[in-house]
């Protein structure tokens, strides 16, 4: 099993009245993926492996047939994504100390 990342895409509404679907190419290092999404649909999720090279593209299909020009995006599949921070910081336990005006610095 490889690492990988799950992608959600905004996807823009289409350009025409006439949309009656949209076709979704994903190609991830040279293996091509077809599918199609819903024109109204505002998001799209793709899975990509560590390390590959991406390119999405959307083509929108009128009424007719015609087939959009691609709108496309590419992306290098890399993790960007910190990890997450520690819990929050809590004070165990308290005592009441004598502390010298002058400190010597801590070693």
Known sequence: MAQGF???FAVPPPAAEDVVKTKVKHTS?????????DPTAATLQVEAVQGTDN???L???DDAGNDSTPS????LAI???PP???GQLGILQTEEIDIPD??????
């Open 59 to 61: 083509v929108d299909v």
């Open 79 to 81: 993790d960007t994504v």
């Open 84 to 86: 997450l921070a520690r």
């Open 55 to 57: 390119v999405l593209e």
């Open 102 to 107: 002058e400190v010597p610095p801590q070693e």
């Open 72 to 75: 496309v995006f590419s992306w």
């Open 29 to 37: 290092d040279g293996k091509s993926k077809d599918f199609e999404i």
């Open 6 to 8: 799950r992608y959600t």
